[in-house]
């Protein structure tokens, strides 16, 4: 089982050839090549290889699938005897990715 840990918008995350997830939004078009050069770690047939931060000239390229918006976060803000109450409401918005290739 080959994987890697990229980073990307502040967030860490574990990543195998055919993995779909949601990252922060990527400034991309649906269908669109995106490349990761962040690479934390590479697992590859049982040797990993872990960065200082970063391993130099490792990549991760990705298939952009969806831009879209995550469900939305409820913040409820109250203050006790002072009669203040405010609802906020907030959807941050994501890029959906397809993990291509791991480049070592």
Do not use: C, W
């Not at 860490?12 to 055919?18: A, D, H, L, N, P």
């Amino acid at each position: 089982m080959d994987y890697a840990i990229i980073k990307t918008g502040g967030k860490q995350y574990k990543v195998e050839e055919g993995t779909r997830l949601a990252v922060e939004k990527l400034d991309v078009k649906a269908g669109d090549e995106v490349v990761f050069d962040e690479v934390l770690l590479i697992s590859k047939d049982n040797k990993t290889t872990v960065g200082t931060p970063n391993i130099e000239g490792a990549t991760v390229a990705a298939k952009v699938l969806s831009q879209k918006r995550a469900p939305k976060v409820l913040v409820f803000k109250r203050r006790p005897k002072k009669g203040y109450k405010k609802l906020l409401g907030h959807r941050q918005y994501l890029t959906e990715v397809s993990i291509a290739k791991i480049n070592a």
